[in-house]
């Protein structure tokens, strides 16, 4: 699992931006997936995104691993959502079952 959703933004053009609670591991950076998001309610889907970094003045490092969802509104992405891969469009991480 990559994490709990804590923010998300629009990004014009783009997609949606998701920051987590705790930040993923940053080995996924520059990788395109396929993420499993399931809401507190209970709905889950599976969307496209691009695992991006983000600056966050408040991270450790400044820096943390954030996702680009392209196929998304910010309703589907809901705070408190949990976010796993489900595949690797990059064909380097296999799926988790």
Known sequence: MLGTIAQTFSI???GIGVLFVSSPPRFLAGRRITVAVT???GFADRFHA?????RVVSAPDGEVLALLVVNATVDALAPGSTVAVVADDD???????
């Open 12 to 14: 014009r053009g783009r």
């Open 39 to 41: 809401r507190p309610d």
């Open 50 to 54: 691009s695992c991006e970094l983000a």
């Open 91 to 97: 064909g380097d991480i296999a799926p988790a079952h």
